[in-house]
């Protein structure tokens, strides 16, 4: 027999948050994906970084599609609210329960399959929309529910696990993610915690859409020689472009890092990205150098992590569209419905 269920009682010593929450609080089922993969480590970075962070479990919304990414909010914050959409589209849902309640965290986890093909569309408008939400694609380059096909993420000229080459060109979330508009956008690697942990911080308190691309080895169909989604071949050809410390705007900023080494960039809540530089010419502010320098990267196949791009007077789709400041789902039959003089106004103005 299975137990799928983790046990609800813990060691009283367990180190607690200022909410007086264990870690263990914010975990969720256990993991039924294979052993080793990729998206287990996300899942961990998550609970990590919402530890740390102290956020209440129940004021988070997470939402998914289909695929084995897609499984994964399962696996993490077992007391928030959770809604897995049919395949590709999850970004829509979001987009309908965070115009409904502005008050909830969301987090929206998909695969390159779920995002990048079927749900491609959903994916770039909730983007260029601007909604408020930290968007976690977990990409291992292949379909791993169906056996191992190559998906839209699949570099060309990679080989799959039964020796077959890619010929298509590939998608490159974080490119697309620049170009629609995202205000926070960054690549990581699953088996580098070091990092994912600060980025997936760093995103939870930004406005806006916080867009994460983390390369998520997929064990049984794609990490194996000719896989550029390897284990292997990322960490051969990883080019971490700044390391990340996130200090959130009510903590105190120090640091004894030397003078010059360190970059930091005040978010809109005065909460602190501190970047230590890696490369002195790299500006995480400036979206079209960031752009300019993946693809030179990735000329050089290099696969640039970190975070690339960041706007720290970014606005939000209730910013767009000038929204209520109270949740549409608090408000009340008065507020919603203010009368016929009120129509008249409405419809006098559109003729």
């Known amino acids: 027999m299975t137990y799928l269920a983790k046990p609800k009682l ?3 010593t367990l180190p607690t948050n200022r909410l007086g929450y264990t870690r263990r609080d914010y975990e969720g089922r256990v993991s039924t994906l294979c ?3 990729g998206h287990d480590s996300i899942s961990a970075a998550i609970i990590q970084a919402c530890w740390e962070l102290a956020i209440e479990p129940h004021k988070v919304a997470k939402l998914s599609g289909i695929g084995c990414s897609s499984k994964t909010p399962d696996y993490f914050l077992g007391s928030s609210h959770g809604f897995n959409t049919v395949h590709g589209r999850m970004p829509s849902v979001l987009t309908g329960a965070n115009l409904a309640n502005r008050d909830l965290l969301y987090l929206g986890v998909s695969g390159d399959g779920d995002s990048a093909s079927i749900g491609f569309g959903q994916f770039a408008h909730s983007i260029r929309r601007g909604v408020n939400m930290v968007y976690i694609v977990e990409n291992n380059g292949v379909y791993g529910l169906t056996k191992g096909q190559f998906s839209a993420t699949a570099d060309k000229g990679s080989k ?4 077959v080459v890619n010929t298509d060109e590939s998608i490159d979330m974080v490119m697309v993610a620049l170009q629609l508009g995202a205000t926070f956008v960054a690549r990581s690697f699953s088996g580098d915690k070091e990092q994912l942990i600060p980025l997936v911080k760093a995103a939870i308190e930004h406005k806006g859409s916080a867009f994460i691309d983390v390369i998520s080895p997929c064990v049984a169909f794609n990490n194996h020689t000719g896989s550029t989604r390897s284990y292997d071949y990322v960490r051969e050809h990883n080019e971490a472009v700044n390391r990340i410390d996130f200090f959130p705007g ?3 900023i120090t640091t004894d890092y030397e003078p010059g080494s360190v970059k930091d960039v005040v978010q809109h809540d005065g909460s602190v990205l501190r970047l230590r530089k890696l490369h002195a010419e790299y500006d995480p502010s400036d979206r079209l150098k960031a752009m300019n320098y993946l693809l030179q ?7 640039v992590t970190g975070l690339l791009y960041v706007n720290p007077e970014s606005e939000d789709l209730h910013a767009h569209l000038n929204t209520a400041d109270v949740a549409l789902n608090r408000l009340g039959a008065k507020e919603l419905c203010p009368g016929s ?3 008249e106004k409405i419809n006098a103005s559109l003729r």
Do not use: D, F, N, T
């Open 10 to 12: 813990h060691h009283p």
């Open 35 to 37: 052993a080793g993969c």
């Open 160 to 163: 799959s696990k039964r020796g």
């Open 250 to 252: 009510r903590e105190a």
């Open 297 to 303: 990267q990735e000329a050089a196949g290099e696969i």
């Open 341 to 343: 003089a009120a129509l």
